[in-house]
């Protein structure tokens, strides 16, 4: 898989994210003085622990493997369960900006007239 698509799909698809890979993202986001403290507050509040999962084992496997990891396996994982996300340009058969696109970015061509595949 390309960077461009692996970014597309990184981007433009959050709606098909399984919600470990939410919370696992959500964990990366904290720094190392965040994530201490967070997890000082989330033994209060059930909240902040549903928020981060501090607690699950999987989440927790997911972050040890590393940010570049879960990121590539997201795009894999959503390249193959959902190829329809993939919007190419009818055209020049590049990636458009988002799946519901209509416009090439590259060569400007329109496709309004197809239907959306999803």
Request: aromatic share 12%; glycine share 2%; charged share 30%.
């Amino acid at each position: 898989m390309d960077k461009e698509m692996r970014e597309y799909f990184l981007t433009k698809c959050y709606n098909w994210y399984l919600e470990e890979e939410i919370i696992a993202l959500r964990r990366f986001s904290l720094t190392a003085y965040g994530e201490e403290t967070t997890r000082k507050n989330a033994k209060v509040s059930k909240k902040m622990e549903a928020s981060y999962g501090f607690q699950n084992e999987k989440i927790n496997n997911i972050v040890a493997l590393g940010l570049e990891h879960l990121q590539n396996k997201i795009a894999n994982r959503l390249l193959k369960e959902h190829p329809e996300l993939l919007n190419f340009c009818p055209k020049c058969n590049r990636l458009a900006r988002t799946p519901k696109a209509r416009q090439c970015r590259h060569c400007f061509h329109t496709w309004f007239d197809e239907p959306v595949k999803f």
